[in-house]
């Protein structure tokens, strides 16, 4: 299946997760393509592949997705002065009011209000797999199996919507059997499959939350540390595989519902590249000697 969509040789951008810090991405492929660099295959993971795709179907991806109002879904800000179980309390009411709007992405077109899709609005609902103009792939968790799922042909905008869909916040999205949720679960940095794509050199955007700092409060509070930090160390590993990965820095600690910082976040992806500027150079030309 993969290797009907194979491009030959080139380089393969995987995308990584990490909600609203995955806006980072359009930051790193507006500066890329000022560049001259323009990936050949693409692998998204959650936001990744929501950027990933419609950067691989549209020629007007970044207009549309600046233009795009993220500020429409609910954003989270942490309680500074609380503690964890007050921080907790307040990503699951910012949860409850996102919920609705998640999980009617794929069916409420034209919804005036906060259940409006966004994913419609950047991805359309006609489009499949095959209308790319670069070869694509978005990557969900089999919540049945266990196990990563790759998704290369079929709806565009379920794929997508299934690799973004946040266990408790959306219902998994149903795939010939299989239940679908985040992709980032079962494989947040798939290197693997930009060279199963075709891809001979890797290029990887991490966009995870950086290492954990500051005093761990009681029980919960631990409970969050150790999920970060599992998910970190799973990310680290899997991106190892990368021929170079790039790493916005935000400056600040970007939780993955806020979207109130979005020219930052575009931004700090952006200085990403440019801090690179050399290595990706040495990258492409690798291809073009090799």
Request: charged share 25%; aromatic share 6%.
């Amino acid at each position: 299946m993969l290797g009907s969509m194979s491009a030959r040789g080139g380089i393969g951008l995987v995308l990584g997760g990490g909600g609203a810090r995955g806006l980072a991405h359009v930051g790193v492929l507006e500066a890329l393509e000022a560049q001259g660099v323009r990936p050949d295959v693409l692998v998204g993971v959650s936001m990744g592949a929501v950027v990933g795709a419609t950067y691989a179907l549209r020629e007007d991806w970044s207009r549309v997705l600046r233009e795009e109002d993220w500020r429409r879904l609910p954003v989270v800000s942490e309680t500074r002065d609380g503690d964890a179980l007050e921080r907790l309390s307040s990503y699951a009411r910012s949860a409850r009011r996102l919920a609705p709007t998640v999980t009617h992405w794929s069916w409420r077109r034209g919804f005036v209000d906060d259940a409006r899709a966004t994913l419609q609005d950047l991805i359309g609902e006609g489009p499949n797999f095959a209308d790319c103009r670069v070869p694509f792939a978005a990557v969900a968790t089999d919540l049945r199996a266990g196990t990563r799922r790759v998704l290369t042909e079929g709806s565009l905008l379920d794929a997508v919507l299934a690799s973004a869909s946040i266990p408790g916040l959306a219902a998994p999205t149903e795939w010939d059997g299989a239940a679908l949720a985040d992709g980032g679960f079962a494989d947040p940095a798939p290197v693997d499959v930009a060279r199963a794509l075709g891809a001979d050199r890797v290029l990887g955007v991490h966009v995870g939350l950086p290492s954990h700092e500051g005093q761990v409060e009681g029980g919960v509070g631990a409970l969050l540390a150790a999920f970060e930090i599992g998910q970190r160390s799973f990310a680290n590993t899997r991106f190892r595989h990368a021929d170079l990965v790039l790493r916005p820095g935000f400056g600040q600690r970007i939780r993955m519902l806020e979207f109130a910082a979005v020219q930052a976040v575009i931004d700090a992806g952006a200085r990403a590249v440019e801090d690179r500027r050399a290595e990706i150079a040495e990258l492409v030309a690798r291809g073009v000697r090799g």
